[in-house]
């Protein structure tokens, strides 16, 4: 495995002061030679249901049984619903979402043709809720917003993520790259720091993952409730005491589409359950 | 909307027990959670559900904060005649939600 492997200081795009502390613990820092060199080898990668218990997998591998499934239905209900100025619902324009919405979600984040801007599956849905359905978006976090996403995602169950970092996405993914293995926080921590080097160990309760994200949005536990890969996120950053950054916020946005292309190739799982 | 999901084996046979069961999408607002400022949310869980196979009553759940959020119950009824398993619940905010099942019998 490659981590704690050659650490290449040049190019990475992180401020003097880390330099300092990098040079300080040089084997916490594993930051790749070139920025598409993978940490973890596509073929080590695992998602983080491997990391959970018996009785979590259990609980996800049940459709009934999994308390997401309660949200993919109201998202059903919502795909059928006409709302917005021409009475339209989501199916009227996309049929089926079966067959319209399959794989769609594994290549989100993505940059949206129109505004040229990066939108990941949450993001585009409301595009097209106010651009195309001509209705008010979904606020972020809402019940409604978790819902549409959980049936949308649950069409790319089984298919494997895969993003492109081409074109106007490249600066997104090096800027999500760089919060990536930046170290923040009182903690002083970098999500490397917890997802590639200490996977599979534990943090008192809970067992370390890679931190992947192809089974968003979860019913998490601890929340007793669904929520999406930025509230995840947060969670995290709460964890090492740094900066809460809000649900859509660019950064997230950026960090988002580096976790994609790090998770290449894993299979979608939403809606998920973890601990 | 999608308040609950019901499942019902597709079809039972008269005498014969059969499982039912249902999912409910309910926060349980224990009451003793404070919200980010420190202000007590206010407790809403779930009061009574009721279990009704052909209209007569067939379960009644007295639920309280000891239950998680969104619970899921498991229960099994003895066959009588095809019809329907109809669910009412209410909460401590007044919402009431009903929810109901064909069930076919055979023989």
């Not at chain 1, 996403?149 to 970092?165: D, E, K, L």
């Not at chain 1, 090096?174 to 903690?187: C, D, I, L, S, V």
Request: aromatic fraction near 8%; proline fraction near 4%; include cysteine.
């Amino acid at each position: 495995m490659a981590r704690g492997a050659a650490v290449s200081l040049a190019v990475a795009r992180i401020g003097a002061a880390l330099l300092a502390v990098a040079c300080a613990v040089p084997a916490t820092l594993a930051y790749a030679q070139s920025s598409t060199t993978r940490v973890i080898p596509l073929d080590q990668l695992k998602s983080g249901l491997a990391y959970t218990g018996e009785d979590v997998r259990a609980l996800q591998a049940d459709d009934f049984a999994n308390p997401g499934m309660l949200w993919v239905e109201r998202g059903e209900k919502i795909w059928n619903t006409p709302a917005g100025a021409d009475g339209k619902s989501c199916a009227s324009c996309h049929g089926d979402a079966k067959s319209s919405m399959k794989g769609v979600a594994a290549r989100y984040p993505a940059i949206d043709a129109k505004s040229k801007q990066l939108l990941n599956i949450e993001a585009r849905i409301n595009a097209s809720r106010s651009g195309d359905q001509k209705a008010p978006a979904f606020a972020p976090e809402s019940e409604d917003m978790l819902a549409i996403t959980a049936y949308v995602n649950m069409q790319s169950r089984g298919v494997p993520v895969g993003v492109s970092i081409d074109g106007a996405a490249r600066e997104h993914f090096e800027r999500g790259r760089a919060f990536y293995y930046t170290r923040r926080g009182q903690m002083n921590m970098s999500c490397a720091t917890c997802h590639e080097q200490n996977f599979g160990k534990r943090l008192f309760a809970e067992t370390i993952s890679q931190g992947q994200p192809n089974d968003f949005p979860i019913y998490r536990l601890e929340w007793q409730t669904m929520g999406s890969l930025h509230r995840r996120l947060r969670a995290c950053l709460y964890g090492v005491r740094a900066e809460l950054l809000p649900v859509g916020s660019p950064e997230l946005l950026d960090v988002e589409l580096f976790l994609a292309w790090r998770a290449q190739g894993l299979k979608g799982e939403a809606p998920a359950v973890r601990r | 909307m999608a308040d609950a999901r019901i499942q019902i084996a597709p079809q039972v046979k008269r005498g014969d027990s059969f499982e039912v069961k249902i999912a409910i999408r309910h926060a349980m607002e224990t009451g003793y959670r404070v919200d980010d400022v420190g202000k007590p949310i206010k407790r809403n869980v779930i009061r009574a559900l009721v279990c009704k196979y052909n209209g007569t009553e067939a379960l009644r759940v007295d639920m309280s904060s000891g239950f998680a959020a969104n619970p899921l119950l498991q229960f099994w009824l003895v066959a009588g005649n095809s019809g329907e398993i109809s669910f009412e619940w209410d909460d401590d905010a007044g919402t009431r939600y009903a929810e109901r099942a064909a069930v076919t019998v055979a023989g």
